[in-house]
């Protein structure tokens, strides 16, 4: 299922017109589309499912932050007219997403986290990434899921192009950095919206007990552990992800 990719006034998106409510996908720092066609295909005709580009790769430098990416979604939520909105962010995507849950209640009915940063997280660290060596890119990638086949080679391409760039490489860091230093724990607990926590049982970048953390500061929220899963729970067991995600939409409908 493929679904056309909209450029408009500085946006980037896809969106299924699937839905009276909307639920939007926040990918991570060097997530992709193809991170949530498990949930675009089970959901598309349910919602509206929207997932916008995050700009990394072109906000202005001064402008490249965590912070600039929650104004690019306001912005962007703003420009689509949504009132409120179900958001859904992995790894960076769901720090962005309690960021702008924070910033902007109004426009959130639900938050959904999966191997969300802004408590811990290990990953390339805040050095500038290893260029030049595709077989390190690739080994990172394979950490990232409990089945290393889930790193198929046009996803390390992709990563191995990207980290190559000098420029584009430079801003991974920039972001990654910023992410570091806007640490949640003291404001978790402003969180009121329900929340739903999916946490593969065998992520290293976020392991369990972050989501655990998660779940203990934000006090409208619950947990699910997904078995034999990495850090993209919605990659290796969509099935299993689907149906936590659903039950939980299903709970906290706007309408």
Known sequence: MEYELIEEF???YIETNGGKETL?????????????????????????????????????????SVGGLVDHVYDFIRF?????????????????????????????????LTGSSGL?????????????????????AQETFYDPAVATKELVDEIFSTISDRLKALRIVVTSK???RQNLEHRLHE??????LIWGHQDIVTPPFVGEKFHSLIKNSELH????????????????????????????RLL
Not at 29 to 56: C, Q, T, W
Not at 230 to 252: K, V, Y
Request: glycine share 8%.
């Open 225 to 252: 552990f997904i078995d034999k899963s990495g850090h993209a729970p919605m990659m290796e067991r969509p099935e299993e992800f689907n149906a936590i995600l659903s039950s939980f939409l299903d709970r906290n």
């Open 24 to 64: 939007v996908l926040l990918h991570g720092l060097l997530g992709a589309l193809s991170n949530f066609e498990g949930i675009m295909k089970e959901f598309h005709d349910r919602y509206n499912v929207v997932i916008p580009i995050l700009p990394i790769m072109e906000l202005p430098m001064l402008k490249l």
């Open 178 to 180: 910023s992410a570091v």
């Open 10 to 12: 500085g946006f980037k």
């Open 80 to 112: 689509k007219n949504f009132d409120k909105v179900h958001v859904l962010g992995n790894s960076l995507g769901g720090h962005i997403s309690i960021l702008f849950a924070l910033a902007h209640p109004q426009h959130v009915a639900t938050i959904t």
């Open 191 to 196: 969180i009121e919206k329900p929340t739903l």
């Open 120 to 140: 811990f997280e290990s990953a390339m660290g805040t050095s500038f990434p290893k260029r030049g060596s595709y077989e390190y890119i690739e080994k990172k």
